[in-house]
C-alpha cells in the first residue's frame, strides 16, 4: 500500500496543471509498474496489487490520508521514514507515515555475517528517480564498522597487529623463530703441488719456462671457472733458497702479466716438499722426472725429495710396473699411491710424473738450444698435468 502511496504523492506533486487537467477530465490515466497497475479517472482511482483489485473513489490526496491511516490501524512500528520535501499541503500522515523494508521471502536464506540496522528510505531517492520500477532501495545501516580509506598511496600489505577495541591486557604475539639454516659447507679442495719442470738440472731458461707455465694455467681456470670449479687449487712450490728464489720471482712476474688481477686458486710457496708441515696437504703432487722413473741417490734434487717422501722403493716399483717402456717428454704419468705410503697417510693420493725438455748436455735427449722445439714440449708438460689433474680430481 506504502508504494501506491509514494506513487500517487509523485503525481501530485510534479504533474503539470495539464495533467491535473486530464486527471479532471473523464479520460483514463494508466500507470504500469512491476508491482501492479493503477487507472485513474476523474472520480475514481483503482490500482492493482499482487492479484488483488480496489478501487477508491476521491482525489489523489484522500488515497494518500486513507492508506496512512489503514497502516496505523494495522499497528505499524517501522522508524519513520526521512523528511520529504515540497509537499506543500500533504497531511501530517503522510509526512511521518512509515517506511517498511521487504524482508527476504526465503526462509533458508543465510543470516547475514555482519548486525545491519534497518534504517529510513532517504528522501532523494523518493524525489528523485521517478523512473525506477522497484521503488526505493532498503538503506542498510552498519553499525561499528570501520572505515577503510583507499587512496593513492593504498598498499596491499596487511594491516599492523594491535589490539582489539577495548581488550584488556593485550600483548602482541610473539615472532615467528626464523627457521635454523644450517652454515655453507666449504668445498673440499683438490690441491696440486708442482715444481717448475726443466729449469733446475735440465737447465732450461726460467724466464721463459715461467712465461709458459703461466699462460697455460691462465687459459686452464680461464676454461673451468671458480664458481663451477671452486674446488681446484694450483700450488708452485720450490725448495727453500731464502725468502723469495729466482723461480718463485720469475714466476710472479710472469703471472702479474698474464693475469693482472690475480687468482687466488693459484698460489706460491717456498718449502720443502717432504714436510708436510711447511707445504701442507695435497692431494696430488707432480714430480719433475726422467724416462728411465728413476728416484735413486744418484738423481738428486726435486725428483730425489719425492720417491723419499713417497717411499722409494714402493714408489719406483709402482712406476714401472704401471709404464714398463718408461716415460717421455710431453705427457704425463699418474701413478696411485699405496695406503701404505707415508704420503698418502698425509693426505695425497696420486703422483704424476712429468718429463720436461732438456737443455743439458750431459744428460739424454738434450735439445741444445732448441727452443722452439723445447717451448713446444715444456707447454704440453703443464698442458697433460693439469688435464690429468683435473680428470682424477672428478673421479674423487
Not at 179 to 188: C, L, S, Y
Amino acid at each position: 500500500m506504502r508504494y501506491w502511496c509514494v506513487m500517487l504523492e509523485y503525481f501530485n506533486n510534479r504533474l503539470n496543471s495539464a495533467v491535473h487537467k486530464h486527471l479532471s477530465s473523464t479520460a483514463l490515466l494508466k500507470i504500469k509498474s512491476d508491482r501492479g497497475d493503477i487507472t485513474i479517472d476523474g472520480k475514481s482511482i483503482t490500482f492493482s496489487s499482487f492479484g488483488g483489485l480496489v478501487t477508491t473513489k476521491g482525489n489523489i490526496r484522500r488515497v494518500i490520508q486513507a492508506a496512512d491511516d489503514d497502516d496505523e490501524g494495522k499497528g505499524r512500528t517501522d522508524a519513520p521514514p526521512a523528511k520529504r520535501g515540497r509537499v506543500e499541503d500533504a497531511p501530517a500522515a503522510v509526512a511521518a507515515a512509515p517506511s517498511r523494508v521487504p524482508k527476504t521471502p526465503a526462509a533458508d536464506a543465510p543470516a547475514p555475517a555482519t548486525p545491519v540496522k534497518r534504517g529510513p528510505i532517504p528522501a532523494t531517492l523518493l524525489e528523485d528517480t521517478p523512473d525506477s520500477k522497484s521503488g526505493p532501495p532498503p538503506v542498510a545501516v552498519v553499525e561499528d564498522a570501520a572505515v577503510v580509506r583507499r587512496g593513492p598511496g593504498f598498499s596491499h600489505a596487511p594491516a599492523p597487529v594491535g589490539p582489539p577495541v577495548g581488550a584488556i591486557g593485550w600483548a602482541p604475539p610473539p615472532p615467528v623463530a626464523a627457521a635454523a639454516t644450517a652454515p655453507p659447507v666449504a668445498p673440499v679442495k683438490h690441491r696440486l703441488l708442482f715444481p717448475s719442470f726443466s729449469t733446475a738440472v735440465f737447465m732450461f731458461d726460467v724466464n721463459m719456462a715461467a712465461s709458459l707455465a703461466c699462460h697455460s694455467i691462465a687459459k686452464f681456470l680461464a676454461t673451468y671457472p671458480k664458481h663451477a670449479y671452486p674446488w681446484i687449487e694450483l700450488c708452485l712450490i720450490d725448495a727453500p733458497q731464502g725468502p723469495d728464489t729466482e723461480t718463485i720471482r720469475a714466476f710472479k712476474t710472469a703471472w702479474a702479466k698474464v693475469c693482472p688481477f690475480g687468482e687466488d686458486r693459484f698460489q706460491f710457496l717456498t718449502a720443502d716438499v717432504t714436510s708436510v708441515a711447511q707445504r701442507g696437504s695435497a692431494t696430488f703432487i707432480a714430480n719433475a722426472s726422467n724416462t728411465s722413473f728413476n728416484g735413486g741417490p744418484s738423481t738428486g734434487g726435486f725428483n730425489r725429495a719425492i720417491y723419499v717422501a713417497a717411499g722409494d722403493k714402493e714408489l719406483q716399483a709402482d712406476t714401472r710396473a704401471t709404464y714398463p717402456k718408461g716415460g717421455s717428454v710431453g705427457p704425463c704419468f699418474e701413478v696411485p699411491l699405496r695406503p701404505s705410503s707415508p704420503l698418502y697417510a698425509e693426505g695425497t693420493r696420486y703422483i704424476l710424473h712429468v718429463v720436461g725438455p732438456n737443455m743439458n748436455p750431459t744428460r739424454p735427449n738434450c735439445l741444445h738450444g732448441d727452443y722452439t722445439a723445447g717451448n713446444a714440449q715444456l707447454l704440453d708438460c703443464y698442458n697433460n698435468m693439469l688435464e690429468t689433474y683435473l680428470t682424477l680430481a672428478k673421479k674423487m
